[in-house]
């Protein structure tokens, strides 16, 4: 079993943290498959045939199939639909692994926040925005970030690296196991990592999402963020369902690209602006509105031309103050007067609120700060005892154990301790 114990409580304002201590492992090794890395038709024809070379009644593999992620389990322990020896059995040759939540922080808006901590020590980030009926989950493609956007603390932490697809979907997983009535409606591609550049892993993932034997969430309601890569945009447009793409464009000229997103050297935007003609549904430029850099009238001209072209709605995102400190948030009336002008010239625009600015809610910013918060401590820690506290994994978090214990069961995400 594994069991959470609580180590440590960081107070951000009116928000608070949480740390988490893994106590215990799923299993996982030699001759074990994790289903949870595969599509749910590959999953199901995996099933099918285990349940028939056993000789075991057919309606088995559906019943095992549903707690992949229908209806999914902590660990099979929990189908008790199934008789104990299968049970045994299938822990012992399908193991369900789980995504650690290391720190969870929850806004005073609503915002969730959550670094989870991967087996191998890596540390990725999900949020969790409820907006009335809707609750938007973004999640993250990749471990760190290898494009460097100028205004993204992901990129300055580098790539470390790709996702499995158990990895991606399962920042969903996670949510609907800690409470099934938390199921994200929406999901967007838009946390660490650029989704294109690990495009085998997004495109199965997508299926995990989106098939009704997976977590049978609508294509439209799934969105792929990219700054443009054009093969995988290729790739990405073949898919036959209705995926929304967004494109991080965030700059209305490619000079100005060029100066804070340097893929635009690679993949310009005229080239993308070309690719993203070969979706036939509505495409969203995102605009992250940066003080004196893209905010001006003439951007928003220019600007609004790109977005009539392409028929695409401009979402304009005020700058998260966590993700860039050294660059300044366009003040909220510019932004007003910015996206009215994008309107009087024909363009759909929408200003989207920041949310979480009482929490780490920027990308990268949470895990940023939490590692450096335990290199501090380790530091400190070390000069105590005469030693250097460098070296240890990031993943350790046995430094955090002033506080008093709390208990939690099995993989309960830490919901209710807000
Ligand atoms: S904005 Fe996206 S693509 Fe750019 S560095 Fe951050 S995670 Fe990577």
């Known amino acids: 079993m594994v069991e959470f114990s609580f180590s440590a409580r960081l107070a951000f304002g009116e928000s608070r943290c949480y740390f988490f201590r893994m106590t215990g492992s799923p299993p996982t090794g030699a001759g074990t498959l994790n289903l949870l890395d595969l599509t749910p038709a590959s999953a199901r024809a995996v099933l099918v045939d285990w349940v028939a070379e056993r000789e075991l009644p057919s309606y088995r593999a559906g019943q095992m199939h549903r707690r992949l992620w229908q209806?999914?389990?902590?660990?099979?322990?929990?189908?008790t639909e199934l008789p104990t020896a299968l049970r045994t059995e299938l822990g012992a040759r399908f193991p369900l692994p789980r995504l650690i939540p290391d720190t969870v922080q929850q806004s005073s808006?609503?915002?969730?926040?959550?670094?989870w901590?991967?087996?191998?020590?890596?540390?990725?980030?999900?949020?969790?925005?409820?907006?009335?009926?809707?609750?938007?989950?973004?999640?993250?493609?990749?471990?760190?970030?290898?494009?460097?956007?100028?205004?993204?603390?992901?990129?300055?932490?580098?790539?470390?690296?790709?996702?499995?697809?158990?990895?991606?979907?399962?920042?969903?997983?996670?949510?609907?196991?800690?409470?099934?009535?938390?199921?994200?409606?929406?999901?967007?591609?838009?946390?660490?990592?650029?989704?294109?550049?690990?495009?085998?892993?997004?495109d199965a993932a997508l299926s995990i999402l989106n098939h009704p034997e997976g977590f049978g969430i609508g294509a439209r309601?799934?969105?792929?963020?990219?700054?443009?890569?054009?093969?995988?945009?290729?790739?990405?447009?073949?898919?036959?369902?209705?995926?929304?793409?967004?494109?991080?464009?965030?700059?209305?000229?490619?000079?100005?690209?060029?100066?804070?997103?340097?893929?635009?050297?690679?993949?310009?935007?005229?080239?993308?602006?070309?690719?993203?003609?070969?979706?036939?549904?509505?495409?969203?430029f995102e605009y992250?509105?940066?003080?004196?850099?893209?905010?001006?009238?003439?951007?928003?001209?220019?600007?609004?031309?790109?977005?009539?072209?392409?028929?695409?709605l401009v979402n304009i995102?005020?700058?998260?103050?966590?993700?860039?400190?050294e660059l300044t948030p366009t003040p909220l009336s510019r932004i007003g007067t910015f996206s009215e002008r994008l309107r009087n010239q024909g363009v759909e625009a929408v200003v989207r609120r920041s949310r979480g600015l009482d929490i780490n809610a920027a990308c990268g910013q949470l895990r940023?700060?939490?590692?450096?918060?335990?290199?501090?401590?380790?530091?400190?820690?070390?000069?105590?005892?005469?030693?250097?506290?460098?070296?240890?994994?990031?993943?350790?978090?046995?430094?955090h154990t002033s506080s008093p214990a709390l208990r939690l069961r099995s993989g309960q995400a830490p919901r209710g301790i807000v």
């Open 71 to 79: 209806a999914p389990v902590e660990s099979w322990e929990q189908a």
């Open 221 to 284: 309601h799934i969105t792929v963020s990219t700054v443009g890569i054009l093969p995988g945009m290729a790739e990405f447009a073949k898919r036959p369902e209705q995926f929304r793409l967004a494109i991080s464009l965030h700059a209305p000229t490619s000079e100005q690209r060029l100066s804070m997103m340097p893929i635009e050297k690679k993949y310009d935007l005229a080239s993308v602006l070309k690719a993203a003609e070969a979706f036939r549904k509505r495409i969203t």
């Open 109 to 115: 808006d609503g915002t969730r926040k959550y670094l």
């Open 117 to 202: 901590r991967l087996e191998d020590g890596e540390a990725i980030e999900s949020v969790l925005i409820p907006s009335g009926s809707r609750r938007t989950l973004c999640i993250s493609s990749q471990a760190g970030c290898a494009l460097r956007c100028s205004f993204c603390a992901t990129g300055r932490m580098g790539f470390r690296r790709n996702l499995t697809p158990f990895e991606i979907a399962g920042q969903i997983r996670e949510v609907v196991l800690a409470d099934p009535e938390e199921k994200p409606s929406n999901i967007v591609f838009m946390g660490m990592g650029e989704p294109l550049l690990n495009w085998p892993a997004v």
């Open 317 to 325: 995102l005020p700058l998260h103050p966590g993700g860039a400190p």
């Open 368 to 399: 940023v700060e939490v590692e450096k918060k335990r290199r501090e401590r380790k530091n400190v820690s070390g000069e105590r005892n005469g030693v250097s506290g460098e070296g240890k994994a990031p993943g350790d978090v046995s430094t």
């Open 288 to 312: 992250v509105m940066i003080e004196g850099f893209n905010d001006s009238d003439a951007d928003a001209s220019q600007l609004a031309k790109l977005a009539r072209r392409a028929g695409a």
